[in-house]
């Protein structure tokens, strides 16, 4: 639920042009904030975030922080590629200590593969950018050759590496072992996909359809045709009469099915506050549970420019006192995020098989807590936005087979037209990238990697 713009001066090949030369710095910067990704691991989303960023990105104009954004994402979106074809055209590997010099080349490469940037000014500013580190100046025809091959040869190079899954080794062994291989290698590349614009719109989905050039998902979402420019432009935008939220993030605020009305429900981890809208446009009487004081604050803008209203607490869930509790509970529980890989792909770079082990640690903790405050015969949905295995279906089983007193609603494909796959035999929805591919009228396709059961506590 943003008003993030879409269309960036940078854009995948053959989506849209850029300027023939965009400035050194924004080069330099989307460099070094590669490897702050890549060798220490930061959130990207936090260091191109527009108040609290990198300062260098601040520091750029608008139109170089789009081409920053262009070139760090599809550096990594397409790092294991990019490095393939770097090592074949290397005679002899960098040394340990030129890794900064292995960001300047990626960056470089990925400009000349995947982005509409000339490539003479993807090279000569690369060439720039070694000459002027005075550890990598011995580097900087090394560099100039190296790119002039991927140039000259992108065509041959492409094809070379195509098959190689552009997702490290780790994550492709979880998708192999949680999905089959050949299921595994459809969600590995749905992954490389631009992710489409969904809307959740208030009301008249059909009517907002045909003003905003779109179509209507089985989830009920409006996905949009690709375009340039910010959704706040959009008609609508200022009326809140939709909002930004992907097909898979939909479902859960959905799965309550239509006994809302005048229920107290609390919605756990509630920013951005998507789930939320839903909730008080089904009728409930919504108490959103956030512990992050920013993320409050931005969920009370959202909801606001919307014209919702919620009561809004900021807590620390495991110490939420819900009283005598509530008559449905929703977690969307804090996770890996490996499900949102097409928008965010930063997140396999960043995190590790032990990473997804402590949150599915914390996430039982969360949902063993979000239990304790469902009334007798209450709902509770428990969601989240990873692919893993682990965050999701074993992590249920693991807490139901000490727990008498809650059982699984299954969720009934019959009534999900359009997203039968999706629904487990155990009656859980789990989406992956793959799904919802383009159809014939040429708007993007597939949707976030999301799991979701329903969970009644019994009388």
């Known amino acids: 639920m943003n008003s993030n713009t879409k269309g960036n001066v940078a854009s995948p090949k053959g989506r849209g042009t850029l300027p023939e030369k965009a400035g050194l710095e924004a080069r330099a910067t989307a460099a070094r904030l590669l490897a702050a990704v890549v060798d220490r691991k930061t959130s990207l989303d936090g260091m191109l975030d527009p108040e609290h960023g990198n300062p260098a990105y601040l520091a750029l104009d608008p139109t170089d922080r789009g081409l920053v954004r262009a070139i760090v994402q599809s550096s990594l979106r397409y790092l294991p590629r990019i490095e393939a074809i770097l090592d074949r055209l290397l005679a ?10 292995q960001h300047v080349l990626v960056t470089g490469a990925a400009q000349i593969l995947y982005l509409d940037i000339p490539d003479h000014s993807a090279v000569d500013l690369a060439v720039e950018m070694a000459n002027r580190d005075p550890r990598n100046r011995r580097f900087a025809k090394l560099v ?52 489409a614009i969904d809307l959740t719109v208030k009301q008249d989905p059909e009517v907002w359809a045909a003003r905003l050039e779109g179509r209507l998902l089985p989830t009920g979402s409006l996905r949009l045709q690709a375009f340039k420019g910010a959704v706040s432009e959009l008609d609508g935008y200022d009326d809140g009469a939709w909002w930004v939220q992907d097909a898979a993030a939909c479902l859960p605020a959905q799965l309550f099915g239509k006994t809302l009305a005048g229920r107290r429900v609390a919605d756990l981890c509630a920013a951005p506050g998507g789930k939320t809208a839903q909730l008080l446009l089904a009728g409930a009487e919504v108490v959103a549970v956030e512990q992050s004081a920013n993320r409050l604050r931005r969920m009370q803008t959202n909801l606001s420019r919307l014209g919702l209203s919620a009561q809004t607490v900021k807590s620390d869930l495991l110490a939420l006192d819900a009283g005598d509790g509530f008559d449905a509970v929703l977690l969307d529980a804090p996770c890996s995020s490996t499900g949102t890989i097409r928008r965010h792909p930063d997140v ?7 990473d997804i082990g402590k949150l ?3 996430q039982g903790r969360l949902l063993r807590h979000a239990m304790t405050l469902v009334r007798p015969g209450g709902l509770l949905v428990f969601s989240n936005c990873s692919l893993d295995p682990l965050e999701g279906e074993m992590l249920v089983e693991n807490v139901l087979s000490n727990r008498s007193d809650f059982a699984r609603e299954p969720v009934l494909p019959e009534n999900w037209p359009g997203l039968e796959t999706a629904i487990t035999a155990k009656g859980e929805f789990r989406t992956t990238p793959d799904m919802l591919l383009p159809a014939a009228d040429g708007i993007a396709g597939g949707m976030d990697g999301f799991y979701a059961c329903v969970l009644r506590r019994l009388s």
């Open 144 to 195: 100039n050759a190296i790119l002039r091959r991927v140039s000259r040869d992108k065509a041959i190079l492409l094809e070379e590496v195509s098959g190689i899954a552009c997702v490290p080794s780790w994550f492709e062994q979880r998708l192999v072992d949680a999905y089959g291989r050949e299921r595994a290698i459809s969600i590995a590349e749905a992954i490389l996909e631009p992710a």
């Open 360 to 362: 599915a640690e914390v």
């Open 348 to 354: 396999l770079w960043t995190k590790s098989p032990e």
């Open 92 to 101: 002899t590997p960098l040394p340990a200590g030129a890794r900064s010099l």
